[in-house]
């Protein structure tokens, strides 16, 4: 931590750009994300007292989507209040130490939704493949297990990669092109040969990315030729309702992520970065309660008791 230390006497802060191509938009765009910002929070706070309030939910595909809307409240509390704030105020500079906090806080988060996602899949393959062993399997111990490995393993990548990234000198400029600090508008900016950086980052991104993606595709491959071979229509299609919600979440998470640090540095476009940037920021989290509640009985069935017991 000593070279963050020494490095912040060259680099006292930074200047997020955010949206400032736009001046004429920003009041629209505030109102925007202000109100998406608000209805994910409310939606995600919702399904998760719906989890402590529903006994009929106490089960592990409900426990892990009560620990993901939590992730998602995490990742979008990072990201949105200073990009609010930013839309409206003329003073859009972060500090040395608030970007580097920002950027570990945010790959925690995104690192540990991935690895909650591959979890997310191997219940589902559990709960579909393996019926009879199922409450042996996802004990609550062992989900307990995943969930804290989903954290470690988060908490480890952003330590290390927020490390090195501010370890760098930032001499040639201190405006970020991005609304929030990124590892590849970051790392633009460093004046230093980032040679070992790049590969380290495009390491670790492989490493966690394309990792748990291929432990979540390995499930849902074998989930889907498990549904295949049933013979009845009503038993593929009940098993196809339970983790159809989960493919469509899986689907634009990596989608989104993988397009943005997996591609070659050279096709890098700040202003489709943003784009790409605010799927996963902003739009998918708030987007994906929605897609587990509507698209599941279970979690309209709570709505409805719950309904009759509050009403007189």
């Known amino acids: 931590m000593s070279t963050i230390i020494e490095n912040n006497h060259t680099m006292t802060g930074f200047l997020l750009v955010g949206f400032s191509e736009v001046p004429e938009l920003r009041y629209i765009l505030f109102v925007v994300f202000l109100g998406i910002f608000k209805m994910s929070l409310a939606a995600h706070m919702f399904l998760i007292l719906l989890y402590r309030l529903s006994p009929n939910l106490r089960t592990p595909m409900y426990f892990f989507l009560a620990n993901f809307s939590f992730l998602e409240i995490c990742l979008i509390s990072t990201i949105s209040p200073k990009m609010l704030r930013d839309l409206l105020s003329d003073e859009k500079t972060i500090s040395f130490y608030g970007c580097a906090t920002q950027m570990f806080m945010f790959l925690l988060f995104a690192d540990a939704e991935c690895f909650m996602l591959a979890a997310m899949g191997y219940d589902r393959y559990n709960a579909i493949c393996n019926p009879l062993l199922y409450n042996i399997l996802m004990h609550k111990v062992t989900c307990m297990k995943l969930i804290c490995g989903s954290w470690f393993i988060g908490a480890i990548v952003a330590i290390v990669q927020t490390i090195l990234m501010f370890s760098l000198p930032f001499c040639r400029s201190h405006i970020i092109n991005h609304f929030y600090c990124d590892v590849p508008p970051v790392l633009a900016l460093a004046c230093a040969d980032t040679h070992i950086h790049e590969i380290t980052t495009m390491f670790f991104t492989l490493s966690v990315v394309v990792g748990s993606f291929i432990l979540t595709v390995i499930s849902y491959s074998l ?89 007189p």
């Open 223 to 311: 989930i889907i030729w498990t549904i295949i071979k049933k013979h009845s229509a009503s038993g593929r299609k009940k098993a196809f309702s339970t983790c159809t919600s989960h493919i469509l979440v899986v689907t634009m998470f990596y989608g989104s992520g993988s397009v943005m640090y997996l591609r070659p540095k050279s096709s890098y476009g700040m202003g489709e970065d943003k784009f790409i940037s605010l799927m996963y920021t902003v739009f998918a989290p708030f987007i994906n309660p929605f897609i587990y509640s509507l698209r599941n009985n279970d979690v309209i069935s709570a709505v409805r008791r719950c309904n009759r017991k509050i009403a």
